[in-house]
Structures are given as structure tokens and as C-alpha cells.
């Protein structure tokens, strides 16, 4: 019994490595087959990769801010708003980034980082997706960096995106139409055109919460200054009653274990003005103006 | 709990049926009812109560009828279950269905009958698990089943983990006396349970959860597609449906035969049928043969002529229609399968056979085909959301007559959708051998055993989608 166990699992082995190198190899109009059987394999690119290109070369000096958090964070930190008041800002933000990644990221760029925004609103500290997981271990720079996420959110699916990692061997970044700034921000020129609000109504607080208070903890210990920061939403009446009774006392019960960290909530700091979002989670260029000049108010 | 999950595969199952084997016998039926409770609660907890309401209505009924002498009486109890149970249903799944068709009507004719819609959610699996009930109070009244007293055993009869969701829609006789049976641990028949769950997991995760990212698109975005597109949305949903549901039973019959059970097969191919009969015996048995049995015979079947035989089957067709979803698309798609079959009885057998065809595998192959294709074009009706979304698929498939890979314009990568396509044809060619091979008792350890578990287990892994994607079955 003990040599069939055996010989399964080394034939198992072999031929899972030769299904990934068959995968990963065999490609159609250039693109391996791998990426176009399972959605849940990306391709590497995109602002993440962008993202970490510019990491890898800046230099920050003492009073550098860096931006962690989901697009809430890379379409709302302008590192050109942030220059002319003579602050250097990097905005690590990725797509549906969640705390646990955050918190790897803050981890491993720990000599970098000396002050840090965590940008906060209720969908991303509600679960914790794999999107920006996956995302960034196909870009990560450091393989070990890569391995690092892998470890602290191991799916099946950041499994699979580690393999296709390392059996990639000529990668080609895939296409990414949007205008993609500096140091890790993108900017977004359209205009919101409908007046739906946001749609939030319960709120289950999951895994995040125990991750940010993570980063607040790692941060205090290691002499980083935080600030938490939420920018301007869509709102209506539901949502101001959700966030209020809902989501923030959650927010405030991980605060108050860190008297010396601001939280600056702009979410309710406009009249549902349609003309600073590009859609009804997201700030567009105008939207961005606005916030960072008010937050720079504060920071100063 | 789904089957498709890391909680169920690597957590509950294993855990569910070492247990099961290491407990004495007398207290096995103790650990699966609980197993089979906590698997119902992952879903809504709540809905355990209207479960445990449609067993103690059923299982009462049972020792009711059995206790009678009365004949009167015996059938007062079956109408009594049997209305309950209904109206059970009626209540969760058919009565919001019900208010808006009579508002519509209500507006038709300028009427003011405003019947409110309830906020309710469907329990998932209630209309598997009500069938299931229903078969045990008939069969008892027909004399055929002897009425269960055991209370713990009837609820687990109902409540099996494995089949407790989406089926098989089992009959007392072939369930309720193997709980009484001791269960010793076969390494064969542990090994083709696995087996079987590995196929199932396959069809689910790799088929038809991958090819169900491209049909929500293509079914969402009808309107910009060319018919080639929409021909292969329709043909790529008759694959995943037929993957997703036979998946899901094949995990339940596997997971079941690891301890021991022996469920009833639910699919045998269905896509090779040469005739809408065959697929229908073919297709989610346990439901065909529970029309057949309580519906169809009772309303005469095929002894009261030709045109009776055909009004039973449109009948049967159009409630098995129904059972699916409280939508007309549904009873569309029952009144389209009854319409086929009930042509079949007007057409010569000459024509229907291909008889002017002299070779055996074209005209079996030509069989294939139209019956895949009339199948098909019924599922654009399952699966769209509105008679009118079905509509406009339709008339937009046969008027937008190009082949021009619309594909990008709905988010989708061309190249990609033709990778889906090759692999669904592939599957179907494939289907038949692994499906024989998977249900041949052989010993696991065997070369080819080895390796085709080996690939198996290796595409799910690498090419399964993992993102929590419910059973189609499960709404239902």
C-alpha cells in the first residue's frame, strides 16, 4: 500500500509539472493557453507592473508618504499634487487590493517607508479578495516578494499565477490603455453620468480588519508614521446611515488602540457633486484636485 | 457547502467519511444526519426549519396512511401531505411568480387586483428534497414502501448530504434500507467514489465554470453578437449546464459510494441520444423517472391512444418545465421538449429514422446532430433571463447572419473563445470513454488508473476556476 502511495504521488508530481509546462509553452496567436483556459491566470502588466517598475528605482527621501490600499488609492493620490507642495508621494495602491496583501507590501518595502496613507473605505476592508493577489504576484519585482504574497494568501488561483510566473520565461506585458502617471498613480478624465449613490447596506467585517490592525501595529513598532484616509464618495442617505452606524464604529474600536494615528474621512465632505467622479466609487482628475488639496490641509 | 470548495473537499468530506467508517454502526446514522445539518446550514440556517417542517409532515403522513385501514382516509392523508408540500413550495417558489403574472393581468384587461410580492429567498435544494419527501409518501400509499419509524433515519432519508441539494431525486426503496445496513470499508469502491468525484470536480470547475465566463457575456450582450457567436454561446451553455449538473452528481454519487451508498445514476450521456426520448432517459434521470412514475402513468401514459399519450407527455413536459424555475422561460423550455416530442408521434418512422440514409453511422451521427441542435436551441430559453431576452437571442442569431468573432466588443478574447470551443468538442468526443472507464471497478493503483487521476487532479488544479461559482441546479 505504502509503494502505491508512493509511485501515485511521485507519477502525480511528474505529471502536474509537465501539464504546467504544457500550459505555460503551448501558445495560441502568442498568447500561452494557460491565459486563455483560466481567467483567474492574468497576465502580467498593467498599472501593478507600471507600479513596481517605479518602485524599484525611487529613492524616497525622509519625508516621503506612501499610498496603500485598492484604485480607491491609485486614482486618488497624485504624486504631482503632492511634488508642488514639496512632499514625494509613491502610491502602492493595485486593483481590489486588500489589507493582507497591504500589509505584505508594507512589509517588504519596510526600508522605503518611513510615513504611510492607508486608504480605507467599507468594500475593501469588507473581504478579502484574491484580485490584487494575483496581480502582484505576477508583477512583483522580487520573485521573493512574489513568494512572500503567495504565503500570507495561499489559493489554488495565486498558486496557479506563482507557477505561471516561473515557467514564464519570456513575459510580454499586456496591453494597458489607461493614462498611466508616475510613481504609481493613474489618472482618470471622465465624468460620472448617472445619480445612483452607493449601494451598501450591511456590513460583515472579515479577515481585513484583523490585517490593518497589522499594519497599524507593524507601523508603530517600526517607527512609521500612519495616517488612515477615506476620499470623497457618492452617497445618499442609506449609505450615510450604513457608514455611520455600520462601518465606522468597527473603524474606530481598531483606532482607538493607536491614539496617535489621524483618520481623515472625506467621504461626506461634498454635496454628492457628480462632476468630481468618474463613476460612483471612483475619483476622476477634478475629483482627485479637490481631495488632495484638502488632505495636504490636513497633513501640513 | 459546495462541492466545489476547499472547505468541502479537504475539510468536510474526508472528515465526514473517517469518521463514518471509525463509528460503530449503531451510531453512524447519528453522524450523517449531523454532517448532513451542518452541510444545509453553510447555505441559510434558517431554512433548516422549513425542511425539518417538510419532514415532519411527510414522515407523519407515512405512519399515517400505513396505520389506516380506511381506503377514504389513506387518501385524505396523501392529499393532506401532498397539498402541504406543495403549497410549501407554492409559497417559496412559485407565489411572487404568481402575484406578478396576475398584476400583469390585472393591467391587461384594466383590472385592479394588486396581489404584493413577498421578499423571500428560494431554500436552496427545495425542490429536490419535496420530490424526494413526495416519492416516500406515495410509494407508502401505494403499498410499495413500508412507512419509516425511525424519525432520525426518515430525516436523513430527506437530508443526505450528498444528494440533499441538487439530487438525485431518490426513491425510498433504494436509499431508506441501506442506513439500516453496515457499510465495511472496500478499497474498489472507495477508489471509484474518488474517482467519480474527481470526473464530477472536473466537469464543474474546468468545463463549465470557465465556459460559464464567456455565456454570461455572451448572453448578456446578445445584441452586438453575430449568429456564429450566438450559435457558440448556445452550443457552449448546453455544455456547461450538461457539465455542471452532471458534475455536481457525480460528486454526489461519489462522495455517497466512499461510504458505502449507492445513489441512482443521474446522466448517461445524454448528447449522444438520437432522439428526444432517449435524451429524456438520458437526461437528469432521477427527475425523468419521477415524472414518469408519479405523473405520467397516473394520467394514463401511453394506454389511451395516440392523442392522450401525446397531451400526457406535453402535460409532463410542461410541469417539468415548471418544477425548474418560476419563469416562463422555463415553462417554454418544457413546452418545447413536449412540442418535439409530440412531433416525433406525427412524423413516419421512415422520415424520422433516416431509413433513405444507408449508412448506419452517418444516419446515427445525423440523429446526433439534429437532436443536439433541437436540444440546444430549447436551452437559450433556460438560460436566458426574460421570454423577451430569449426572443431577441433567437431573432438575432438567425438576422445576424456573419461570422465576425464579436467577441472583443463584449470583453471577451476571441482566440480565447474558440480555445473554449475546441476544448467542448474534445470533452463531448472524450465524454463517453472516461465516463465507462471512471464506473469500471478496478483497482486505483493501476497504470492508466494512475495517470488519468494523475491529469485529472492536475487540471483542476491548474485550468479549475476557483471562484466559489454555484451549482446551476442550486437555484432551483
Known sequence: MFKNISSYIIIQILVFLLIITCLSSIKVRGIRVWFLINENVILEGGQTKLMFDDLENFKPHENAIFVIGSSHAYRGYDPRIFKNAGIELFNMGTSGQNMKDSYTLVKTNRSKIHNLIVDIYPGVLETVSEESTVMLIQNANETQTAFEILKNNFTINSFNNMAARLFDIKPKPMFFDEKYIYNGYVETDTYFKSDTGSTYENFTPGGNFKYLDSILNFASNNSIKVWLATHPLKWNESYKNFYKNSYLPQVQKILSKYPDIDFFDFTFSHSNNDSLFSDANHLNQRGVNYYNTMLLEKLK | MLFNTFDFLFLFFPLVTLVYYLLPHSYRWIWLLGASVYFYSYFIPYYLLILVLAIVIDYSAGILIENSNNPKHKKYYLIASVVSTVLLLFIFKYYNFAAQNINHLSGFIQQDWKVNLISIALPVGLSFHTFQSLSYVIEVYWGKQKAERHFGIYSLYVMFYPQLVAGPIERPQNVLHQFYEKHTFYKEQFTMGLRLMAWGLFKKVVIADNINVVTNRIFENSTHLDSFSLYAGAFLFSIQIYCDFSGYSDMAIGSAKCMGFRLMENFNLPYISQSIKEFWSRWHISLSTWFKDYVYLPLGGSRLGKKKTVLNQVYVFLISGFWHGANWTFIIWGALHGLYNSIGHFIPKKVLNFNFIKNDFIKKKANQFIVFNLVLFAWIFFRANSLAD???????????????????????????????????????????????????????????????????????????????????????
Open chain 2, 390 to 476: 430569449a426572443f431577441n437571442y433567437i431573432h438575432n442569431m438567425f438576422s445576424h447572419i456573419s461570422i465576425n468573432y464579436g467577441f472583443a466588443e463584449i470583453g471577451l478574447k476571441r482566440v480565447s473563445v474558440l480555445v473554449l470551443i475546441f476544448i467542448a468538442v474534445l470533452f463531448l468526443t472524450m465524454d463517453r470513454r472516461i465516463h465507462e472507464f471512471i464506473r469500471k471497478e478496478s483497482n486505483l493503483f493501476s497504470v492508466k488508473a494512475i495517470v488519468i487521476f494523475s491529469v485529472l487532479v492536475s487540471l483542476i488544479i491548474t485550468c479549475g476556476f476557483w471562484g466559489k461559482v454555484q451549482f446551476i441546479y442550486f437555484q432551483f
